[in-house]
């Protein structure tokens, strides 16, 4: 198994093959999208879900690039390298981020991601009353979970922290359980 020193060196050469396109457009692009949803569904526990949904397609298919274009040297074998190379390569080849693993449960079962930024709400104000309510950066969830159950781990993924809500000036987390 590869450290987690190795694979940040990993993500960061994955990052700099990678092509990319603008991080304001794709704020934008995100934010539009999350307005029409809220447009399109009156309850907003709908449009959480459906952003979730999205994140779950778009990860089910990133993995696949991230296996073939990041030249690991490790197999994955149990959920904790998985969510390894998905913090520390995943985020950095697709998003530029920066991701810590802390708080591992004893069985390893568990763990949070924190996000170094958060470049979908980087422009973004969620308007007071919906601060508690919507789960504006749930593509992440949906992203991770979608990308864990292609290599057959099923997994619930949680934020725990969210800088956009009324109740944490701390980074982005998300809690990631194993479900057996």
């Given amino acids: 198994m590869q450290s987690m020193s190795e694979l ?3 993500g ?3 990052y700099q093959r990678s092509d990319k396109c603008s991080s304001e457009l794709l704020v934008l692009t995100y934010g539009v999208l999350v307005t029409q949803l809220m447009k399109d569904y009156e309850d907003i526990s709908d449009v959480n879900r ?3 949904n999205i994140g779950y397609n778009i990860g089910t298919r990133l993995i696949d690039e991230l296996l073939s274009k990041a030249e690991l040297e490790t197999t994955c074998s149990s959920f904790k390298e998985a969510v390894e190379v998905v913090a520390k390569v995943g985020f950095k080849m ?8 802390v708080d591992w449960n004893k069985d390893v079962s568990e763990v949070t991601m924190c996000l170094g930024s958060n470049p979908l ?3 973004v104000e969620i308007p007071d009353k919906m601060k508690d309510t919507l789960k504006y ?19 619930k993924c949680n934020t725990s922290k969210d800088k956009n809500s009324n109740n944490s000036k701390e980074k982005h987390c998300i809690r990631v359980k194993l479900v057996l």
Avoid: K, P
């Fill in 137 to 155: 950066s749930n593509i992440y969830c949906g992203a991770i979970r979608g990308s864990l159950e292609q290599v057959r781990l099923n997994v």
């Fill in 8 to 10: 940040a060196h990993i």
């Fill in 121 to 123: 709400a980087e422009f």
């Fill in 12 to 14: 960061n050469i994955a």
């Fill in 50 to 52: 459906e952003i979730e």
């Fill in 94 to 101: 697709f998003l530029g981020v920066n991701v810590d693993l």
